[in-house]
């Protein structure tokens, strides 16, 4: 048997094992003593391998180029030379006619990795000339990377995830580790064991919430008044280091402006926590000798992400939990490289090593490096991937290239996004699957997936680490970034490399702060955690210790915004607070973990709405059957899950689902500071189907219907066998 070592390209975890391959298959997974993981695995980790083996499961892999050359026609098989000079043809067409800013790319923060990042961003600004590339950062801790940025200077978590088990209190604010990363709960499950204390604040009972020391049930949508008035009592009870905040941070006075109204009393109605659980929660927090303060989509996926994020920064430097080891800020990030994404520069303003697109003389070095003549590469901030709707709207866009994400099924409000992806001029999608969003596409590009290519990964904690290619690629797949470089020099920007070591090495020899991390020293279970500037250790593990942050006079920025109201508060025709969270066995869009024989068999359509007892009870709905979910942008089919740990008032459905898909029912509304969609608010109703014979039959159809219709699209000439269709006796909801 073969083992091929990798790292999980799942969540951002970042846990290290071998790929076990017998006859030239993946057959299994074994766990590697990596530096997050040490030995663990969970069951992503253990099970979500065989995708790679295209079980067909859900949608067939992509092993082939296709193009459809008009609008309305069927997809096509074409070579490789045809469907790249399609892309080169209508790419330039489109540049020529309306610029180079009307071409949107996204990275792909999953499979491909940090190399084949580098590459499609090189692309983007020195062969298409624009800076309008994103990554899915965007709709997850885009808000935590710019306030921390616009407070501490650096967008990452200023401590390491080994470090979470060594913390002495830890204050979980809208992060669920058992679900998202099981990794870390285990981590901090080890901390209790230690003696560690546990604060919760989030509306549902988590099980990080059942072994907390203080649980507090906040309403949905009370962040920045939560957060304020746990300020409050921090500066009113004395709980605050001065002489740190002296020496270290700027603009106490005006921060306390705002604070010194939010006492906990004065915004109870809005949090639902009694003041005098909140001061117990701040004393502990600020009393214990190190805490460390970790925030997930419950703080970023809100109209008001980054100002909560300013407000986390500050409570953690004025009470010095931070800029010491085992004391900081943790924006534990999702996607297993999401961090790589934002580190490469996947981002409409930065370059790799967040070097600022607006600054000449990044510009300058840059373009020195990539052969370009100077005052070529374009300064100005580029469009975000949330822009998208609007900017095809208003005509600026007319072209997107989609790399390894699937809008249609995870940006909000679908029905919107289908209209925005097909009144592209061109939509190029390059992925391992056929998803919803490649279906759609004009010319689709098959890339090779995680365990047939080698990279390097970024993990949460900013640990770089490499994985390597277990099985030869499959069918006429190519790597990621070998299809980047030769469309690139198709259109006139040559661009050759022979490994991803060589697309490492130029990326480092640009980035001051990745410099140190070389391939040699990440191979195996080695690691290297940025800031790394030379090659003499394995980098960083607490980021600004003795109070150095990355600002530029290095003192921390505090920052205070007064609390608004989500955007779409519950009313008479839409009483409940529909909040949209994650699904333990699946992921994201699910086209991997859909594919997984073990993973598939843990949960599936239509996915769940988590209701409180009272709340069924008064629509007379029972645990298990299907239900209506509605909003103002459409109605979906959900399986009604009854339980108490979710509070009255507020449902939850995961985002995983093609037919209880809950992104039919969010709204296009972003934190405008960071253009993150407000996923976690907008106001819906459910409601008791009565013939609960037809709701299943119409789910299962529906769903079959989808998986067919997806299959076709990836193999044309196959003809797959269709399947008796339910009786539809009403309108089932509208799919898209
Ligand atoms: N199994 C699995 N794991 C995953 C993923 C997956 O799809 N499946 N996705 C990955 C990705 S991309 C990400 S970004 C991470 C996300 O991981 P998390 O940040 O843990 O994500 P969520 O569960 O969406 O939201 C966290 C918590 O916020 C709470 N919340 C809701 N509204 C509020 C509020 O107003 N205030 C506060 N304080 N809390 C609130 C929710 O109840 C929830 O428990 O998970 C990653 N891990
Ligand atoms: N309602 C609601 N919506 C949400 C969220 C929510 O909480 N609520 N969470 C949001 C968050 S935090 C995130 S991060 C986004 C995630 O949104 P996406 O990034 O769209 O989701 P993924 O499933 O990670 O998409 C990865 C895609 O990459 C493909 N892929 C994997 N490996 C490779 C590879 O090696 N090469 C290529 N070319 N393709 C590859 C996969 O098949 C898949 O289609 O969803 C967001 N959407
Ligand atoms: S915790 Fe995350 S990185 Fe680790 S095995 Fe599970 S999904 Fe993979
Ligand atoms: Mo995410």
Known sequence: MEKHYVVCPYCGAGCKFNLLVENGQVVGTEPLDGVTNQGELCLKGKYGFDFINDTKILTPRLYHPMIRRHKGDELKRVTWDEALDFATERLTQIKEKYGPDSIMLTGSSRGPGNEANYVMQKFTRACVGTNNIDNCARTCHGPSVIGLMDTLGSGAMSVSIPQMEEADCIFLFGYNPSVSHPIVA???????????????????????????????????????????????????????????????????????????????????????????????????????????????????QQVQGVKAVHTIAAIACITHQIARDHAGVAPVRGQNNVQGSCDMGMWPSLFPGYQ???????????????????????????FKLTDL???????????????????????????????????????????????????????????????????????SDRTFQRFTAAVPPKGECRHDWEIFSDLSTRMGYPMHYDNTKEIWDEMRSLCPNFYGATYEKMDGVGYAQWPIPTDDSNGTATMYLGGKFNTPDHKAILMAHEFVKPTEMPDTSYPLVLCTVREVGHYSCRS???????????????????????????????????????????????????????????????????????????????????????????????TAIDDQIWAEKSVQSLYHDMKQALAQDAAPQDKVPALESAAVKEPVPAMV
């Open 356 to 382: 600022k697109v607006a600054d000449p003389k990044v510009r300058q070095k840059f373009e020195k490096a990539w052969s370009l003549s100077e005052g070529t590469l374009p300064g100005e901030e580029g």
């Open 592 to 686: 991997m973990t859909g594919n997984c024989s073990v993973l598939s068999m843990l949960a599936d359509e239509p996915g769940l709405v988590t209701i409180n007892p009272l709340d069924a009870e008064a629509r007379g709905i029972k645990d298990g059957e299907i239900v209506y979910v509605s909003s103002r942008r459409g109605k979906v089919f959900s399986r009604a899950s009854i339980n108490d740990r979710v509070n009255k008032g507020s449902v939850y459905m995961t985002y995983q689902w093609w037919i209880g898909k809950c992104n039919m029912l969010t709204m296009h509304q972003v934190d405008p500071l960071s253009g993150t969609p407000e996923d976690k608010h907008s106001a819906c109703q459910v």
């Open 186 to 300: 285990s981590r901090i499950v080890k901390a209790k064991e230690r003696g560690a204390k546990i604060i919760v604040a989030d509306p549902r009972i988590t099980e990080s919430a059942r072994i907390a020391d203080i649980y507090m049930q906040i309403k949905n949508g009370c962040n920045v008044a939560f957060l304020n008035a746990f300020a409050n009592i921090l500066v009113n009870e004395n709980l605050i280091d001065k002489e740190f905040i002296d020496a270290h941070t700027t603009g106490f006075d005006e921060w306390w402006n705002v604070i010194k109204k939010y006492t906990p009393e004065s915004v109870e109605d809005v949090t639902g926590i009694d003041p005098e659980t909140m001061r117990q929660a701040a004393r502990m927090y600020a009393k214990a000798d190190t805490s460390i303060v970790g925030w997930g989509m419950g703080v970023t």
């Open 389 to 459: 709707p609007g900017g095809v709207k208003s005509g600026k866009i007319h072209a997107f290239y989609n790399f390894g994400e699937d809008p249609l099924q995870t940006e909000p409000d679908s029905a919107d996004m289908r209209e925005t992806l097909e009144n592209l001029d061109l939509l190029i999608s390059q992925d391992i699957f056929m998803t919803q969003t490649t279906a759609l596409a004009d010319i689709v590009l098959p890339g090779t997936s995680w365990g047939e290519h080698d990279g390097v990964f970024s993990a």
